[in-house]
């Protein structure tokens, strides 16, 4: 009698493709220097996890819902599915951090899970990041942008740059790596700001060049705007969440409905004569509310990098966007 392909059976196959994942990711990790990656990205339809590896701990993602399954099941298959990773990579249940991954919305992404706080420091590319993969649904280090944050750093030197909604400053490291003339950091959580702040002392930065402001994005651009005096920028870096509501907010964010004026503003009042924008999003359904022509008529190009900024350990290709915004 063979098991059910949703049942045992499935979880055997997850098994068998985890320690095959686990011997080629470790030796690619080895070469290319790398400590933190994903292992398994919902590869099997039937066990719908992720599974991201940070040093000698890792974090499960359930992505699985209820519609075929009451909590009970949902939560004993997602425990079978651990015990599994535990026994496959020989580490203790304390190394493994489960998640049950819900859709944020508003101030949610910004409140604690628990409040265990095991930080600990990895490295990407010999730079030195905290990560607590206990108290938030998110790291403090997205693991799908590693690409692009080595790309950033190439562009810098010398120049000045903006990071909003800069979460745990990990671009603003990479600029200070990457010889920027000052970074300036913007984010409303006070918890985010202080964390990119520790990054970048980790790794030997600090002082007026390098600010923070702890604010809320948008009305710190609507107020800045209005500053004759305002500051501009070679670089900008702007990954917004997708959908905002918080009541740190003076209003409502929707990345779709919203960006059109929040790129023009940028690109008319904050950048340099030669600057340029670098914007993501995770949203898979963007589509640019600013037509190729009026890009044309405002001398600037928008060059689609998506593609080739996922990294390679990602399945889920549309995981992020990345548009690089320049002059012509």
């Known amino acids: 009698m063979t098991s059910s392909p949703s049942g045992t059976g499935a979880l055997q196959m997850f098994e068998n493709r985890l320690r095959k994942l686990k011997k080629e990711r470790e030796k690619w990790a080895k070469k290319n220097s790398i400590e933190c990656y994903r292992v398994y990205d919902e590869d099997i339809p039937q066990v719908p996890v992720i599974l991201d590896r940070y040093s000698d701990s890792?974090?499960?993602?359930?992505?699985?819902?209820?519609?075929?399954?009451?909590?009970?099941?949902?939560?004993?298959?997602?425990?079978?599915i651990a015990k599994i990773v535990e026994t496959v990579f020989a580490i203790p249940s304390e190394s493994l951090y489960l998640k049950n991954r819900k859709k944020q919305k508003g101030r949610d992404q910004y409140e604690k899970l628990s409040s265990h706080s095991r930080s600990f420091w990895v490295k990407e590319n010999q730079i030195q990041f905290s990560v607590?993969?206990?108290?938030?649904?998110?790291?403090?280090?997205?693991?799908?942008?590693?690409?692009?944050?080595?790309?950033?750093?190439?562009?810098?030197?010398g120049k000045s740059v903006l990071n909003l909604f800069c979460y745990t400053g990990s671009f603003t490291v990479y600029s200070a790596i990457g010889g920027a003339a000052s970074t300036t950091s913007v984010d409303m959580s006070n918890t985010y700001i202080d964390?990119?702040?520790?990054?970048?002392?980790?790794?030997?930065?600090?002082?007026?060049?390098?600010?923070?402001?702890?604010?809320?994005?948008?009305?710190w651009i609507r107020d800045e705007a209005k500053n004759p005096n305002r500051k501009r920028y070679d670089m900008i870096f702007l990954d917004p969440p997708t959908f905002s509501n918080s009541k740190k907010m003076t209003e409502e964010w929707d990345v779709q409905e919203n960006h059109r004026n929040l790129i023009l503003t940028l690109l008319t009042k904050f950048l340099t004569e030669k600057g340029e924008i670098?914007?993501?999003?995770?949203?898979?359904?963007?589509?640019?509310?600013?037509p190729e022509e009026?890009?044309?008529?405002?001398?600037?190009?928008?060059?689609?990098?998506?593609?080739?900024?996922?990294?390679?350990?990602?399945?889920?290709?549309k995981i992020h966007r990345l548009y690089r915004i320049v002059p012509v």
């Open 58 to 80: 890792f974090v499960l993602y359930d992505r699985s819902s209820l519609r075929f399954q009451t909590e009970e099941e949902k939560e004993d298959r997602f425990s079978q």
């Open 132 to 157: 607590n993969l206990s108290d938030y649904l998110d790291t403090g280090l997205f693991l799908d942008h590693r690409v692009t944050r080595e790309w950033f750093s190439k562009e810098v030197k």
């Open 195 to 219: 964390w990119a702040k520790t990054n970048l002392l980790q790794n030997g930065f600090s002082g007026r060049d390098h600010e923070f402001v702890c604010k809320d994005v948008l009305a």
């Open 278 to 290: 670098w914007f993501s999003t995770n949203f898979r359904k963007f589509a640019w509310n600013i």
């Open 294 to 317: 009026e890009w044309k008529e405002r001398d600037y190009q928008c060059i689609d990098l998506s593609e080739k900024s996922i990294p390679e350990d990602f399945r889920d290709k």
